[in-house]
């Protein structure tokens, strides 16, 4: 179960990657079923709930805030700590990526606690929008290097010995068992889903940007799907489930060899961690169904959403985020669609034009007359089918 118990007799079993996984996620969910209850009465104690109506001109979605004022807000608290715990007992701290993956989760879900104080202390609106960007581009910079000075180690300790002979400097000669197998170490490289792997494209010092940008990204989508009963802890869910897979397959040379992707030494300490995510989600639905006890606020939302984002790259699948993501992509998606065309439109006789009765994409459906409950499970089902077609592509290469 935990990496460390491996050194002793008798339990060298419990050092192996699935034991790990289960672990990680068995751990995140107890853990949060223990912390949640008296987090909850800590933030009720303390005033910590949500403010009610924006008053922004959006009277459907007024009206469910209204409904849900002083509902303890912040949860993300207990997600991230229980997400840390398991991902320090379970992983093999060895290896740097999943201190990279702790650090952007921390980094992220800091800045959304600081949000979430100023939208709950001083107004409905938080910190602003260029002062939040441009801490989510220095966090996100961060890691990016972070990722970049990996991949130069992993090239430096593990390609000069083992380069195969007539094959490019890249590719990586490892045995498996009786079996030996030649596959592309991760780098730098930018993979394509359904394409084989020898099209990748070395990015070099533009995967810090890179990482930068999917990063922020996937933070802000996640953070606009956060606005209904369950709506963001499932699909965080299912999105961790799916990358936790993916994790895994990357991080064995014989089916990295077998789907044609790059092969990510270290990986399976990623799928471990999307573990301790799913396991913390499943925990949080417990308390966030509706009628939702607690939300996990921006603490919770953009510390997820970065995390995400950050195990897309590391496994070097993060064009797949736009299926495994999908929901966070049309959440998104909505909302820049919007702005634009309202933007575009604001000096037409009739004013702006909106493309949807109200954005992010969930409180459309809202206004459509959609129960929260029937849109919630829906989009579920629409992030599940996503990611299990994601997992499909990694086979048509």
Known sequence: MFPWLSAFPGFQALGGVTPRILAAAVIAFVSMLVVMPPLIRWLRA?????????????????????????TPTMGGLGLVSCIVLATLLCCDLTEARPWLLLAGLVGFAVLGFYDDRVKIFKGAQGISSTAKLIAQIALALACGYGLWAVGQHDALTLLPANVPAGFPDTFYKKPLGDEEYIVRLAVDQLSFPMVSVEHAIALGWLLVPWVAFVTISCANGVNFTDGMDGLAGGTVLIAALAFMVIAYLVSRVDTADHLQSLYVSGGQEIAVFCAAIAGACLGFLWFNAAPAAVFMGDTGSQALGAALGLVAVATKQELLILLVGAIFVAEAGSVLVQKLVFKATKHRPGGGYRVFRCAPLHHHFQYMGWPESKIVVRFWIIAACCALLALATLRLR
Not at 60 to 67: F, K, Q
């Open 46 to 70: 303390k005033k910590l709930g949500e403010s009610g109506a924006k008053n922004d001109g959006a009277a459907v979605v007024d009206a469910m805030r209204e409904g849900k004022k002083g």
